[in-house]
Structures are given as structure tokens and as C-alpha cells.
């Protein structure tokens, strides 16, 4: 069976409804009838703000370029060696990339994982998809968790995540929610001005705002209006 499927609509009432029990698979598509678009998400240990900018949780570079110990052509699990200790289903959701020939090029979707109190200790991967090249202990492997996971608010600053969206409405801490990617949404303006039609970027000096593009910032749409210095303001996200 398929693991791609058509995303569905959300409706209104469905935005400012969150709560402690998982409705859907995190970073879940969704669209109203106007086209917006929203992820389904998890709070971090921070509440989610309306109108502020939300980012993935800060990349764990320790997770990165492991070695493999088994990963064999139509298999639906691989076992790396870790080098930092995981909590179980850390990474349930995100995905094991292959960095490194052979089967370099491929990434899969992890369905979960037990935890792995030893640094170094192995870890093995239970996929939702089926491996398509076997691995050797040459290759290497990314692990990379959902970014809809534990989201926190843009730090305003160089970002260590990727950009996940909008809050439309307040999100308790560990709660679930949807955060909005495309399409018309009010948000925070950093201290400086923005004009209709500006490109904008993450902000590098406000946490949870946007401001005029700049260079080496992720782009996060453009502005429907001008918006005042910490002001918000209606801007048309393209994140999705």
C-alpha cells in the first residue's frame, strides 16, 4: 500500500482547537477553502504565541554521519551506532538519511525506535518505508527528527531550525495545534518597517517576528500590507 495520500481540509474551528491528545501524524498538511495551508504540531517546553513565528527544535549534530551496522534491500529497519544517547521514539516521524554510498541518496521515514541510554550504543530503526539499497557499515546516516515536533518560538537570531510555521492561536506547552505555512496570516513585525509587498525574512533581531528580506535568511513570504515597527501584520506565507 501507498504511503503518499491527498491532504485534507481543515476548518475553521478545527485552528483554535489544541490539547494534549494527538489528532494526527505531526507535520500532517491541511488546507481551508481559501488555500491557506497549516502543519500539525507539538509545542516545545515553551507556549506557542498567536501571531509569532515557530521554528524546528535546534539540530542535533551528534546524530549525524553514524555508522551503520545492518540495513538490508527490502528490509523496513536499520541499526546505526549512535554517538549521543536517544529517548525512546526521539526521532518517530523524521527520518534516517543516507549520506553516504552505498545507498546514498535515499531517505526514510521512521515509524519509532526504543531509547538508547548508551552514547554509543546501537539504536535500531523501525521504517514505514522499505529499504531500496542495502547498506554496509561504509555507509553513514543522518538521523533527523519531525520538525513539527517540539517546535519553539523563532529565536531571532541565526536560526537552528528549520522556519515550521505561524501560530494562529496559543499552544499550552507538550500541546497539539496547528501551525499555518501558507497563505494569508497576521504576524510580528521586528523594530523596523516593512512596505506592501516587501519580501520577508526570519527576523535576526526580534524572537518570533519577521522583517524586510535579508540576504542568508530564510524567506518566509511577503507582506499583504505595510506594517509598523513591532506592530503585527497581514503577510502571505509561501513556507508550503
Known sequence: MSNLSAFGEVSASDLYVSGTTQLHELGELRVDRQGRKFRY??????ALAAGQLQQAPAQITTNQNLVVVTGAINSKEIVATLAAAVVENQYAGGWVAITVTPGVGYAYKIKGHAAQSVA???VTLALDDIVQVALTTT???DLVPNPWNAVIVSIGGTNTGKIAGV???????????????GGACTVLNDAGTIVVGNELSASNGTVGAVE?????????????TGIAANEYGLVWLTLD
Open 120 to 122: 554509543t550504543g546501537d
Open 167 to 181: 501560530a494562529n492561536d496559543v499552544i499550552a506547552i507538550d500541546a497539539y495545534g496547528w501551525l499555518q505555512t
Open 212 to 224: 524586510t528580506e535579508v540576504a542568508g535568511q530564510p524567506n518566509i513570504g511577503h507582506a499583504l
Open 139 to 141: 555507509s553513514r546516516v
Open 41 to 46: 504540531c507539538r509545542a516545545g517546553a515553551v
